[in-house]
């Protein structure tokens, strides 16, 4: 019997080992296909909303990562590398806990964008908000660049966009119409 539970346990471990490989390669293969998009909710930021009276030119007013949170966005950026994504089209939302966690990845030069930004204070912006990311999508997705296209932003903006929750540094793996609108999505909890 005891045998019989080793070659089980092996035969479930082969089995998990290329299931991984497989969704390693379909994530890298997916993200470079220019119909997907990674959505990622910036890393752990203590607290909930930002103090009033925020600035986002001044990092100290706002709510930022804190020492957790820097190390997640580093292993994320490890975990992206093992997937097969060593370089990316990074873009931000203009917040530090945003930008620290897309500089934290380090998988390429960060770029801010507005259409990234939260709208938390401000929920009547969510309609427009989420047209803004469509067409930042689809300008990025329709140019000639190849690159994977990670956009990190928050938790407001990927609900609004996907429908779903997601936690501090969870991905969502979006694939897009033309016209940047989704069509389909898939979680990547934080690891």
Request: positive net charge; charged residues 15%.
């Amino acid at each position: 019997m005891n045998f019989i539970n080793i070659l089980i346990t092996a035969v479930l471990s082969i089995a998990l080992s290329l299931f991984s490989l497989t969704a390693n390669a379909n994530l890298a293969s997916d993200l470079n296909d220019g119909q997907h998009v990674l959505l990622m909710r910036h890393a752990d930021a203590p607290g909930y909303g930002d103090p009033k009276g925020y600035q986002l030119d001044k990092c100290p007013t706002q709510r930022n990562l804190g020492d957790y949170g820097k190390k997640q966005a580093v292993a994320i950026g490890d975990w992206l590398k093992n997937q097969g994504i060593t370089s990316a089209n990074v873009i931000s939302s203009q917040w530090c806990r945003c930008t620290d966690t897309a500089k934290l990845l380090n998988i390429g030069p960060v770029q801010i964008s507005p259409a990234l930004g939260s709208f938390f204070d401000d929920m009547s912006l969510e309609k427009q908000q989420t047209k803004e990311l469509e067409k930042l999508i689809q300008s990025n997705l329709n140019s000639n660049n190849k690159a994977p296209l990670i956009l990190v932003t928050h938790h407001v903006n990927i609900q609004a966009y996907t429908g779903k929750v997601v936690n501090v540094g969870d991905m969502v793996l979006v694939k897009v119409n033309k016209n940047g609108q989704r069509l389909s999505h898939q979680i990547y909890p934080s690891p």
